[in-house]
């Protein structure tokens, strides 16, 4: 099952692609993952990060490209496998036409089919938020997330 949606979002392929490679936040605008288990600031590809998911079993994040034109993630859990990209095209001073397919496959999505078929628009609506507002945090807080360190 694939989806799709495209967008034109106020700011550059640069800024972007720092939001979608931001492994460590990147539950702060993505609900679906809850957390990610990650030292490094950035994703590195090839790298599997766990998470933790609304899926079962003990999923996991590996970025399998990032550049200035695309990022594409593969999110792997039990019976479920998400490929996730995100096509990046200039179209004007700060101005980027991004377009997201997600790809599912595995017993979970297929029993879920067609509940998905927002999920790149509303990805898209968050990711524009977070790159044209710096809006970091898109869920409540919630009673598993780490405690916040000031200083």
Do not use: C
């Not at 044209?132 to 009673?143: A, C, I, L, S, W």
Request: glycine share 6%.
């Amino acid at each position: 099952m694939e989806y799709i949606e495209s967008r034109v979002i106020n700011a550059s392929r640069a800024t972007i692609v720092n939001i979608l490679a931001d492994i460590r936040r990147l539950p702060e605008w993505n609900p679906a993952i809850l957390s990610v288990t990650a030292i490094d600031p950035r994703a590195l590809v090839g790298k599997p990060y766990p998470i933790r998911a609304k899926l079962p079993g003990s999923p996991t994040i590996t970025y399998e490209q990032v550049s200035t034109d695309s990022v594409v993630w593969r999110l792997d859990g039990l019976q479920a496998h998400e490929t996730g990209a995100w096509n990046l095209v200039p179209v004007g001073d700060h101005k980027t036409k991004v377009t997201h397919t997600i790809t599912h496959s595995g017993a979970i999505f297929r029993v879920l089919a067609g509940a998905f078929r927002t999920v790149p628009g509303l990805r898209l609506d968050r990711l524009q938020r977070r790159a044209e507002y710096g809006h970091e945090r898109t869920r409540p807080k919630d009673v598993n997330d780490r405690p916040e360190v000031s200083g």
